[in-house]
């Protein structure tokens, strides 16, 4: 039955200290971005929306800009805004020397 039992692992190393005032700067620049992202989010989520009968007036490409931002252009600002999100992201972990491989 010895073959049976793992062998006991080594304890892990502890985590790294890392200083408070740089974990409070990270994070403040990580949730600013957050919330600049969620309202972008709300706006073309939402603002747009409710705003979209008075958008009608304007017209893209012969649609009204209601009808275009509801069916393509939240679409299009959603994954221009995931994109951004990313690379500002990883630019904040580089400059925190926590980023991935």
Excluded: C
């Excluded at 985590?15 to 073309?44: E, H, N, Q």
Aim: aromatic share 14%; glycine share 6%.
């Amino acid at each position: 039955m010895a073959g049976i039992v793992e062998p006991r692992q080594q304890p892990r190393e502890p985590a790294a200290i890392v200083d408070p005032a740089v974990a409070r700067a990270y994070w403040k620049r990580t949730s600013g971005l957050m919330w600049t992202m969620l309202a972008i989010w709300f706006l073309a989520s939402f603002a747009v929306h409710l705003f979209a009968p008075a958008l009608n007036a304007i017209h893209v490409l012969g649609f009204p800009l209601g009808f275009y931002m509801a069916a393509q252009g939240s679409l299009i600002i959603f994954v221009v805004q995931l994109y951004w999100f990313a690379r500002k992201q990883n630019a904040i972990d580089e400059e925190f020397g926590v980023a991935e491989e």
